[in-house]
């Protein structure tokens, strides 16, 4: 098992999403943030998102009471996730991850109530960077930037 930052502190709290509104499912203070295994650096980094999330980096729903077992692993499936953007209506949530087989980052979306992220974006390039718009269109960036 992977050691992973605890979810609570300043850096949790700079990268938390509040996740509460209009959704009923989930405890008005549960959190969206992205989890960085301790220590962890990126091997080679081919861009900006390998180096700003390595592998093993997750989302994950924090659930109350806040601690390392009332977790929810948004981004299953994929070695590498972060920058979380949640729905305005509390039931999903937006971020950039890399596949298992070595695919480029992409946008994909989770259900908060659980199940398998899938992917929203296939650009070659890669995507990062998702906002939403009132509408509920999925804004990105395409290509990622290469590293420094």
Do not use: K
Not at 9 to 28: D, F, K, Q
Not at 96 to 101: A, E, Q, S, T
Request: aromatic share 4%; charged share 15%; with cysteine.
């Amino acid at each position: 098992m992977i050691p992973r930052r605890p979810l609570i502190g300043p850096l949790a709290a700079l990268l938390a999403t509040v996740a509460t509104g209009c959704h009923s499912r989930l405890p008005e203070a549960a959190l969206v943030l992205t989890q960085t295994p301790f220590g962890a650096q990126p091997a080679t980094p081919r861009d900006l998102l390998d180096q700003r999330y390595p592998l093993g980096s997750r989302v994950v729903l924090a659930l109350p009471p806040l601690d390392p077992a009332h977790v929810r692993v948004l981004s299953r499936g994929l070695v590498a996730a972060g920058d979380p953007v949640v729905s305005a209506d509390g039931d999903r949530v937006f971020f950039n991850g890399r596949g298992p087989n070595g695919e480029e980052w992409q946008i994909y979306e989770a259900d908060l109530a659980g199940g398998r992220p899938t992917p929203v974006t296939v650009m070659p390039g890669g995507a990062a960077g998702a906002a939403l718009l009132s509408d509920g269109a999925v804004v990105f960036s395409s290509p990622v930037p290469r590293g420094a």
